[in-house]
T-cell receptor, first 112, second 113 residues
Framework: GDSVIQMQGQVTLSENDFLFINCTYSTTGYPTLFWYVQYSGEGPQLLLQ???ANNKGSSRGFEATYDKGTTSFHLQKTSVQEIDSAVYYC???????????WGSGTKLIIKP | GGIITQTPKFLIGQEGQKLTLKCQQNFNHDTMYWYRQDSGKGLRLIYYSITENDLQKGDLSEGYDASREKKSSFSLTVTSAQKNEMAVFLCASSKGGANTEVFFGKGTRLTVV
């Protein structure tokens, strides 16, 4: 069945470092892929949505693309700040029932 | 904009107790969801509902009941609380369809003693 794997459980960076978080997916159809961000004490909120392979989505300084050849999609930011400390989830829409399939989340810690 | 309100914010129950979590949304969304969030395991779908009085099981429905009393509210019942299900329960809603955004509440943290 469809699945999403997010291997990086935690990433620790310093301010102004480059961020790269990767997920891999498995599906038989054409996926719609998402990145959600969850700040402490809040529910997850949509950060980016990518519907077409090799197209770039961008929001709040973050960019996301997906590669159909390697079935991977990633989130990146050139220069992270302390306010970016959060948990980042990748997710994929299941085209059979439109439900989201979630990765296990990557906790981003920014050292001041 | 809209908001999703979950009550209570913190819920403490005894092992074996029946517990109910409530959720209200004012987005006028058709679809509502209950997720369970365990540390390091992402979000797992318990139940969802695509319209009033509809109920669909997610991957984690065993041990839970849900009820969509009206379009704006969706409640979740833990039928017999167990110590290994201490987690944060997240309610969410969306318009429905393939590319629509899902909006979340702030969660109910369940502790079983």
């Amino acid at each position: 069945g469809d699945s999403v794997i997010q291997m990086q459980g935690q990433v620790t960076l310093s301010e102004n470092d480059f961020l790269f978080i990767n997920c891999t997916y498995s599906t038989t159809g054409y996926p719609t892929l998402f990145w959600y961000v969850q700040y402490s004490g809040e529910g997850p909120q949509l950060l980016l949505q990518v519907t077409t392979a090799n197209n770039k989505g961008s929001s709040r300084g973050f960019e996301a693309t997906y590669d159909k050849g390697t079935t991977s999609f990633h989130l990146q930011k050139t220069s992270v700040q302390e306010i970016d400390s959060a948990v980042y989830y990748c997710a994929m829409r299941d085209n059979s029932n439109y439900q989201l399939i979630w990765g296990s989340g990557t906790k981003l810690i920014i050292k001041p | 904009g809209g908001i999703i309100t979950q009550t209570p914010k913190f819920l403490i129950g005894q092992e074996g107790q029946k517990l109910t979590l409530k959720c209200q949304q004012n987005f006028n969304h058709d679809t509502m969801y209950w997720y369970r969030q365990d540390s390091g395991k992402g979000l797992r779908l318990i139940y969802y509902s695509i319209t009033e009085n509809d109920l669909q099981k997610g991957d984690l429905s065993e041990g839970y009941d849900a009820s969509r009393e009206k379009k704006s509210s969706f409640s979740l019942t833990v039928t017999s609380a167990q110590k290994n299900e201490m987690a944060v329960f997240l309610c969410a809603s969306s318009k429905g369809g393939a590319n629509t955004e899902v909006f979340f509440g702030k969660g109910t943290r369940l502790t079983v003693v």
